[in-house]
């Protein structure tokens, strides 16, 4: 008789998983982040979100002395409404009781498994959060079957031409942002042309901008005209710590807990690299004109027994840390037609960029 071993009894054995579960995606959400920290996340009210847009209209000039007021001097600043829809997101899910009655019971299962509720809501606050952030960086302000997106940065929000809100720079120069391109033909970053987008602005509104977002690969780009020459010794040595009895050094900008680089900065601002925005293209943004209203869920009352208020977060799936949207969600159970829970959350916002001509796009930027 031959000994045992343990593949002899092996599928006699309980599986024992590890209590962390390993969730590989990425869903983060820089860009709302960054809104939400400069406070330009808040309620709004309506049935859209609009705003009064004032433009030049009145006019001054030098006139002979005693002259008489001409009709053609009484001249006024025009106020045009700006008007965006409301876009609604959803996301929901559909569970059996069986299921979570199993896996709560289910040792050595991992432990965000047995709270399977609690697992299947975070994972879709996370994917509703990352999908607004494609939107307000790329979003059309309509999608594929003919729903209101939000129209994102990339995606119309900052043009040089056609209607935005309902108004035209055709109409109102000022509407216009600052767009410089090359015809689609890619070419290198480099200093004059990113101080080219920041003498547009100064220009066009003489408001600073506070932050550049772009993809890794441009961040990339711009790291690398630092560099002096060719080969490995071409990068500057970077201080690493703030202890001089140890000081240690390296090479390259130093990475964040978000992955971020905040030592990196043009002109004293910020450059935020997003893992979706559109490649070949970078934006000179002013967080204080660009505004996310979401409109608030008022529960009726058979909502009232599940109904919960979350707010949306971005993360990488490794937990913390993670990029606070102040954006509210309504999570419902809606009604049961059998054994199982039916899921619902649902976020209901606009994105408006009320000063466009503080902004500017930089496209066709060569990555390789």
Known sequence: MAGETLNTILSAVSQIFAPQIKRQWNRTTYFLGALNASKGVSEGKGKNVAFDVEFTGATAATVAEGADIAASEYTTDPVVPMILPWATYRSSFQISEQEVDALRSAMGTADALMDLL????????????????????????????????????????????????????GTYSEWAANVIANGGVSRSLTPDLMDQADSQIFTASSLPWNLIVTTAGVVRKYVSMFQTGTGVNNFPLIRMNDNPAAPAYGMGVPNNAQMQMDALMFKGRNVLRNPVAPSGQLAFLNTDHIAIKYLPHYPTRNEFEFFQN??????????????VTGIPTRLIEVAKTGDSHKISMRATLAMAVTRRNAMAIVKDIAET
């Open 118 to 169: 609690g697992e299947r809501v975070m994972n879709a606050a996370a994917i509703l959060a990352r999908t607004i952030e494609q939107d307000a960086i790329s979003g059309t302000g309509v999608d594929s079957n003919g729903n209101p997106t939000l129209i994102g940065i990339f995606g119309g929000a900052l043009t040089a031409s056609g209607g935005y809100g309902g108004i035209n720079p």
């Open 310 to 323: 979350i707010g949306l977060e971005g993360s990488s799936g490794g937990g913390e840390p993670v990029q």
